[in-house]
């Protein structure tokens, strides 16, 4: 297998427990030949910087950070100029509140091999130690009910080929990712979609899921947190499915809009004495309220925790209902604002 020098590129804010806890991770990975790029607006004491020193880290040769002299706090545009110091043959853009697997490069760079394969992603596993509230929100997205399609992308499944996948676990390959122009700054979250829709477009290309290239993401908790991430993820896929119709407007992203219409539908027509809206309320909730059992069942027994099942109950009508919401106000909005802070 051939070794290309593989930059991993980290953006952030400023210094935060993520990276304290994810820095260290990288010394153990069992790969000879990369380098670590942490780019961040501010420094570790919170002060903005105005120039673009290099610090090197003594324990960690192979570690740098930048500071970014224009305060850019677009996460799409900070990558494109982190890229500019990166060395690498295939960027690996991960986020700073995930971490590597141990064989996280050497599995992902094997992929490569095929000349054809631009991409890979990976899943992003929610970490052991994390809370259960933490935990929970990783179990929502990774079931079958609550992940939908994309539950891939939370646990470990077969290996295929893919069209879109989220920068939190996404390795490039350079001359592609250049040839492009890089992301597409007008776009956050929702970047990488645009990223991925350019790099696989004519389908000459291909982005592989690699389930052995697995990384470590911290999920946002419920309830609050997680509701306001995929809230944003809604809106933006359904702004996407209305302009970028070849990979977002698929039948079952409109599923939760569906659902969150016919909820509203049948909750006000109790007081009108609307027997269609009243019996369709009684015998939708009636469906999802089985459904619902079966996918407590299932992370049940995948999680082996009642608590986290439990949970997973009303964050996954909840998830639902904001996502199915906010998608319908995304698909109707002509221009979107973007959103960079974190949930």
Partial sequence: MKMPLVSIIIIAEKW???????????????????????????????????????????????????????LINNPAQKRDLAIKYAKGEI????????????????????????????AVGGPGITPIDASIFEKSSGWVSASPMGGFGSTYRFISSKRRFVDDYPSFNLLVRKDAFIKIGGFDSNFYPGEDTKLCLELTRGHISKIVYDP????????????????IQNGRYGLHRGHFARILP??????FYFIPSLF?????????????????GKFG??????????????????????????????????????THFWYGIQFLRGFFTKKMHDTYGRA
Avoid at 25 to 45: A, G, H, I, M, R
Avoid at 246 to 251: A, D, G, I, L, V
Avoid at 286 to 298: C, D, H, K, Q, S
Wanted: charged residues 20%; aromatic residues 16%; contains cysteine.
């Fill in 260 to 276: 969150s219409f016919g909820l509203l539908f049948g909750v006000l027509s109790l007081p009108l004495n609307f027997k269609l």
């Fill in 212 to 227: 052995k290239a697995f990384v470590y993401h911290h999920k946002r908790p419920l309830f609050k947190k997680h509701l």
């Fill in 281 to 318: 309320l009684l015998g939708g909730l009636g469906t999802y309220g089985v459904l619902l059992l079966m996918n407590f069942l299932w992370v049940l027994v995948k999680s082996g925790s009642s608590v986290i099942a439990l949970l997973t109950i009303p964050g996954v009508f909840l």
């Fill in 246 to 251: 070849t990979t977002s407007r698929r039948w």
């Fill in 16 to 70: 935060n427990p993520f990276l304290e806890e994810s820095l260290p991770k990288y010394q153990d990975l069992d790969y000879p030949n990369f380098e670590t790029l942490v780019f961040l607006t501010k420094s570790k004491n919170g002060i903005a910087r105005n120039s673009l020193p290099v610090s090197r880290q003594g324990h960690c040769p192979n570690l740098s950070f930048y500071y970014n002299p224009e």
């Fill in 91 to 118: 960027f690996a853009f991960i986020d700073d509140d995930a971490f590597p697997s141990k064989d996280w490069l050497k599995e992902a760079v094997k992929n490569f091999d095929d000349p054809s394969v631009v």
